[in-house]
């Protein structure tokens, strides 16, 4: 069977030397190897975060460290900001954890409006706030600066971000953002295999989870910071990934970050760019659109999945033909990950090709 390229915004294209490294001989969980290995790739993960926090690996999606933030973090009530698929999904995890929740919605295709938070939390009934930076379902990234100057109001409220689909793909400075917890995975922008989830918490994220009993043990956030103190993981982690992510960060250093950044701003201005002059609209409202990915809305009313076959059985390549009660109607095509200039202006020369059919 040849290999399909993926150009979905998730999982994303493995690059052959990350997974050289993902395949390369084990070692003891427990063992001074193991150590080494998490303490030589902790500065730049720090650095990646913008933090000076222990960063965390979890062997998990990054739901498992979502559902532990609201297990770790919530004693009276969350308040799960809900702007498409994944952050409409954290509520209904909010109540299956047995937590006082309730949503704030805004129309799929906008982000989460800072005035409309700010109102929600003068009430002072909540106490945990969950934010989707960048809602891969719809296209949006709403806007963590604005969110944050908001959250500073309301210094009793920590902020949950998922910065699942933006991480190193746009700078988010944790500790000057000041956000309590920030958590993604490995397969989207990272462009790791799946399996592993990364975040790092506040002083008062600690804080609060010493005082909640029922943190249960896997995603523990004290757990998880007792045993980086050793250089060590609470449970059994994925080696593998972890050899695999120290390969990607020789790579996003070797690049740079800023030349990281400008570099996913670049290839997310090539398929707009597409997305114009082919007629096709955003679902995401101008302002708000991601770096990382596009969620084109199906103005010309193609057949998506005709289109993709045809971009599979021509190209051996697939775009994502949407998602959740968009799906058919928008489009979605990432340009994250160790996508290039001619990578991406080759996918849309496929596509070109494939509308024409």
């Not at 809305?297 to 998602?323: C, F, Q, S």
Request: hydrophobic content about 40%; proline content about 5%.
């Amino acid at each position: 069977m040849p290999h399909i390229k993926l150009f979905i915004p998730g999982p994303i294209e493995v690059s052959p030397k990350t997974l050289a490294a993902f395949s390369k001989p084990m070692i003891g969980h427990r063992s001074n190897d193991f150590k080494k290995l998490y303490a030589a790739i902790h500065p730049q993960l720090q650095t990646l975060f913008g933090t000076k926090q222990p960063v965390f690996l979890s062997t998990s999606s990054a739901w498992g460290v979502m559902e532990g933030a609201i297990r770790n973090l919530v004693s009276k009530k969350v308040l799960n900001c809900m702007c498409g698929a994944f952050s409409d999904k954290w509520l209904d995890v909010s109540l299956r954890c047995g937590k006082q929740a309730e949503g704030l919605k805004f129309e799929w295709g906008t982000p989460v409006d800072p005035q409309a938070l700010d109102a929600k939390l003068s009430s002072g009934e909540f106490d945990a706030v969950t934010v989707i930076h960048n809602e891969t379902s719809t296209g949006v990234m709403s806007s963590l600066k604005d969110i944050c100057a908001v959250m500073k109001k309301h210094p009793e409220t920590l902020l949950i971000v998922d910065s699942v689909s933006s991480f190193s793909g746009v700078p988010i400075p944790m500790d000057e953002l000041g956000i309590d917890v920030l958590l993604t995975g490995s397969q989207k922008a990272l462009a790791l295999p799946p399996g592993l989830a990364l975040f790092a918490c506040s002083d008062r994220a600690f804080e609060r989870a010493a005082t909640l009993k029922d943190r249960g043990y896997y995603f523990d956030f004290l757990e998880f910071k007792k045993n980086q103190a050793d250089d060590m993981t609470p449970s059994t982690p994925s080696i593998g990934h972890i050899y695999a992510l120290q390969s990607k960060l020789e790579d996003i250093f070797a690049e740079g970050l800023e030349a990281r950044y400008a570099r996913h701003a670049k290839l997310n201005a090539m398929v707009a760019d597409w997305v114009v002059r082919n007629g096709f609209e955003f679902f995401a409202a101008e302002g708000a659109r991601s770096k990382t990915l596009t969620c084109v809305k199906n103005t010309k009313e193609i057949d998506v999945p005709a289109l993709n076959t045809r971009l599979k059985e021509r190209y051996h390549a697939m775009i994502d033909g949407g998602y959740g009660k968009i799906k058919g109607k928008t489009f979605r095509i990432s340009n994250m990950g160790d996508e290039t200039e001619e990578t991406i202006g080759q996918l849309l020369g496929w596509l070109d090709d494939c509308l024409k059919g």
